[in-house]
């Protein structure tokens, strides 16, 4: 499956931004989703994972109660939308698609999407 992320862009602090990842050559509705992150100098981290039928999600302590996972499978697409947005959200977001159901190390998934950059200004 072929992903392109989509949506980042430049926000002040407390802002909103909805990323969206959009998925083609496959059906996305067999995969669990993830987005992650990196930051310049710091390691790739997880932000949020969805599993294939949308009813159990994950969200990394640092995003619970400001970022949401969600996917539309009639749609193909996946997003997280990301509100009170702080600076040190300020990174590189990547989708990916797994095949593994509890996925949630980088390395369970197989299919990446190419970045969308996210800046938030303080």
């Known amino acids: 499956v072929q992903l392109q992320a989509f949506g980042g862009g430049l926000v002040q602090a407390g802002g909103s931004l909805r990323l969206s990842c959009a998925a083609s050559g496959r059906t996305l509705s067999g995969y669990s989703v993830g987005w992650f992150r990196q930051a310049p100098g710091k390691e790739r981290e997880l932000v949020a994972v969805?599993?294939?039928?949308?009813?159990?999600?994950y969200h990394a302590d640092s995003v619970k109660g400001r970022f949401t996972i969600s996917r539309d499978n009639a749609k193909n697409t996946a997003y997280l939308q990301m509100n009170s947005l702080k600076p040190e959200d300020t990174a590189v977001y990547y989708c990916?698609?797994?095949?593994?159901?509890?996925?949630?190390?980088?390395?369970?998934?197989?299919?990446w999407g190419q970045g969308t950059q996210v800046t938030v200004s303080s």
């Open positions: 969805i599993r294939w039928n949308g009813g159990i999600t």
């Open positions: 990916a698609a797994s095949g593994t159901f509890y996925a949630r190390a980088h390395t369970d998934f197989g299919s």
